[in-house]
């Protein structure tokens, strides 16, 4: 793995938790996993059985079995845009659900379909044949698969009418052996996917089998065999990822402006140094009808005096103008404007950087209500670190 992204995601990790990534055919999303809000949908293309999910050096892959021309691909996602692109053919037609998983310890992807496990190359595509899994049961079919972080992988077998419960097995990745741990407290249904999150807690998307309709996310304890839901997932899900959360902090003090106003920034998305859009820096409680710029520099933090409040960056930098912050029509003066900007796209198309650099930026625009040298709006500030 590429060491600046592997140095990013431990750092986002142990600063600002984790996200988790969904596919469900049709649509990409991005949730908190500690709460199951979904922070960004976007769609998805191609539209029908893709399959899997891992995470790779900030991007993420999965496979699209085309029953057209009867040879699957694997294709990548950038999780700022939910833009996919084709990596390349895996050079077999997967006729049975796979399985896909990467292992962190080697950075090799592994996928799993009928009773066989291949290596995947994440750089073309092509699979390679392993191994046969190795069982006492012939008819074992394992249905999902996951490695943690010490290179450990488990697979849950597809329900039968022999065993019509969830099992958990240990694989042994070189030999294709399957070891059974138990069975899962699940009851009657399938897991759909499974993976392990930074911190090694299994999750695992269940169907239950009187509701075919219903998805639940459990965290799975793998020494007691006991899941625990975490949060439903209505639009279920065919692949499940974790990645670090962008390390975004919010710091600097705004200035109160003529009307009342605290201009308070926000933002939603990935910051990225590769994405042409995904990352939108707003603000709030702006004057109405007035004009803003972001302003953006690599210089680090400040808290210099200006213009009646603080500016919270170091020059140099530059500025991105929004858009007017409409709100009330005049005569009014009022808070109820906003600006808003892709800084993604500015960097991308202006501002070229690498993933790893740490930007910052605040909002500022000009108050009628108050004298010059006075005369501006000045939000508070945030620091951002583009990933990849």
Known sequence: MNLLVSTLFLLAAAGGGERMYVQNNWQFMTLDPVTGEVLDTKPLHPLINNRGLISDQGSLLFLDLD??????????????????????MTGWSIDKTPALAEDPTTGRAYVSFLQCLFEMDKVTGRMTFRTRFKTEDPSLLPS????????????????????????????????????????LNTGLGIYRCIAFDGSDQLWGLFTPGSNPFEHI??????????????????????????????DVQTYCTAKT??????PTIDWRGHPSADASFGFEVSCTDVLNQSVGVLLVGTG?????????????LAPPYTAILAAPSGGSAPPADDCTGTWSVDLNTFVYHHLPLPA????????????????????????????VVLMP
């Open 300 to 312: 680090g933090r400040d808290a210099a005096p200006f213009m009646g409040g603080t500016l919270c």
């Open 257 to 262: 402006g003529s009307a009342g106003c605290v």
């Open 356 to 383: 790893g650099t740490t930007v910052n930026c605040q909002w500022w625009g000009r108050d009628r209500g108050l004298p010059p040298p006075d005369n501006a709006q000045l939000s508070d500030a945030l620091e």
């Open 144 to 183: 999902t698969l996951a490695i943690d972080s010490h290179g450990r992988a488990l697979a849950i077998a597809e329900p039968s009418g022999l065993n019509p419960r969830n099992r958990l097995y240990r694989l042994d990745l070189e030999t294709g052996r399957l070891a059974e741990l138990g069975t």
């Open 67 to 88: 029953v057209k021309i009867v040879r699957d691909k694997v294709h990548r996602i950038n999780p700022a845009t939910g833009r996919t692109s084709i990596v390349g």
């Open 217 to 246: 996310l459990y965290k799975i304890d793998i020494a007691t065999l006991t899941a625990t839901e975490a949060f439903p997932l209505p639009g279920g899900a065919m692949g499940i990822a974790f990645g670090p959360a962008p």
